[in-house]
């Protein structure tokens, strides 16, 4: 139960992790219709986010509420540093980064073994973010 915990977790943060980076785009976008779909897809982050910290109280954990102090200021760093500014670049990075985290978190993150539960949500989740994937990639055509 701890290892599911922990795990639903790491999770979580790496949801925070979007949300933040979301609204680093939606600060630096231009473009009224593209910040409406980047702010659309916020929200779903959003709701994930919910919806893994209420499973993670059921399973009689307290969820985190950031993505950890670290990662949290590397992401900072980055986005001041190397962030994209222009409309284009927004969407193409945002779409890596849909891309990036389901992987990771597939293959990185969720690493135990995880009850069937855990798995329907999470699926739903990365079904949500092939859906903003394929939603960033109508906006570039």
């Known amino acids: 139960m701890k290892e599911d915990i922990y795990e639903m977790n790491e999770f979580l943060k790496g949801l925070y992790m979007g949300i933040h980076t979301y609204e680093y785009y939606i600060q630096h976008c231009e473009d009224t219709a593209v910040k409406k779909t980047l ?4 929200k779903d982050h959003k709701l994930s986010s919910i919806q893994v910290a209420e499973h993670i109280q059921n399973l009689g954990g307290v969820p985190a ?3 950890g102090t670290f990662v949290s200021l590397m ?3 980055h ?3 190397t962030g994209p500014t222009n409309t284009e670049d927004i969407i193409k990075d945002a779409m890596k980064n849909e891309q990036k985290y389901a992987v990771h978190v597939a293959g990185e993150n969720i690493k135990g073994d995880i009850s069937e539960e855990q798995k329907r949500l999470i699926d739903q989740i990365f079904e949500r973010n092939t859906k903003h994937v394929e939603t960033l990639k109508q906006l570039l055509h």
């Open 39 to 42: 702010q659309d897809i916020q």
């Open 65 to 67: 509420t950031d993505e």
């Open 79 to 81: 986005r001041l540093t």
């Open 75 to 77: 992401g900072k760093i």
